[in-house]
C-alpha cells in the first residue's frame, strides 16, 4: 500500500519568512495530492491539492510542486503571519475519486511575530 | 458547500460502555465516508471505509467488533464503540468524500474512564 513521509515534523520560521514542507509517496499510482492544516482542537481543512498531470500550482501565499519522477511533492508558503502556525499534514490518493487517501506524520509549523 | 458534522464533539463514558459518534455531510451526498483516530500531536490514522449500504472496509489491525461502523444513508455513518477500556480515548474524526476532495468533520474527542 502507499505510505507517505513527511518533513521536517516541526519548523519554526520568523514572521515574513517562507516555510517549506516535503513529502515523499511509495506508490508511484497515486495520482491526487491534497495538503490539510489542523489548528488545535480542529478539524483538518484542506488547503491546496494537486492532481498528478500538473507540476505545480499557486493560491495566493500558498504553492504545491509535484514530482512524479522522484514521487515528492512540497508545499511552501510565502511571507508567513503568525496564523499560519498549526500542524500541516500532506496526503497521497491512487483513486480518481480521492477516496483510500494516507497521511503524512504531519508537521507542526511555527510562526513567530 | 462540502459541510460535515459530527456528534457528540466529546463523550466520557465509562469502562465497558458503548459509545456512538455520528457523522453527517450536510449539503451532499456521500457514498463513502471514513472514519480516523488521531492521537495527541499524531497523524490521521484510517481506521475503516464507510461504504453506503454495505459493510464497511477496516484497515488492518482495527478490529470489527469492537469500533461497529454502520453507513445506512447518503449522508449518515456512525461509529459505535463498543465496551470501552481507557485505551479507547482518542479523538476520532470522519470525513466525507466527493469528488473536490476529502472534507472532515470536527471531530469527537472520547475519554474512557
Known amino acids: 500500500g502507499e505510505n507517505v513521509e513527511q518533513h521536517p515534523s516541526t519548523l519554526s520560521v520568523q514572521e515574513g519568512d517562507s516555510a517549506v514542507i516535503k513529502c515523499t509517496y511509495s506508490?508511484?499510482?497515486?495520482?491526487?495530492f491534497p495538503w490539510y492544516k489542523q489548528e488545535l482542537g480542529k478539524r483538518p481543512q484542506l488547503i491546496i491539492d494537486?492532481?498528478?498531470?500538473?507540476g505545480e500550482k499557486k493560491d495566493q501565499r500558498i504553492a504545491v510542486t509535484l514530482n512524479k519522477t522522484a514521487k515528492h511533492f512540497s508545499l511552501h508558503i510565502t511571507e508567513t503571519q503568525p496564523e499560519d502556525s498549526a500542524v500541516y499534514f500532506c496526503a497521497a490518493s491512487y483513486r480518481s475519486d480521492n477516496n483510500d487517501m494516507r497521511f503524512g506524520a504531519g508537521t507542526r509549523l511555527t510562526v513567530k511575530p | 458547500g462540502a459541510v460535515v458534522s459530527q456528534h457528540p464533539s466529546w463523550v466520557i463514558c465509562k469502562s465497558g460502555t458503548s459509545v456512538k459518534i455520528e457523522c453527517r455531510s450536510l449539503d451532499f451526498q456521500a457514498t463513502t465516508m471514513f472514519w480516523y483516530r488521531q492521537f495527541p500531536k499524531q497523524s490521521l490514522m484510517l481506521m475503516a471505509t464507510?461504504?453506503?449500504?454495505?459493510?464497511?472496509?477496516?484497515e488492518q489491525g482495527v478490529e470489527k467488533d469492537k469500533f461497529l461502523i454502520n453507513h445506512a444513508s447518503l449522508t449518515l455513518s456512525t461509529l459505535t464503540v463498543t465496551s470501552a477500556h481507557p485505551e479507547d480515548s482518542s479523538f476520532y474524526i470522519c470525513?466525507?468524500?466527493?469528488?473536490?476532495?476529502?472534507?472532515f468533520g470536527p471531530g469527537t474527542r472520547l475519554t474512557v474512564t
Open positions: 464507510s461504504n453506503e449500504g454495505s459493510k464497511a472496509t477496516y
Open positions: 470525513s466525507a468524500s466527493r469528488s473536490s476532495g476529502q472534507y
Open positions: 506508490d508511484s499510482a497515486s495520482n491526487y
Open positions: 494537486i492532481r498528478s498531470n500538473v
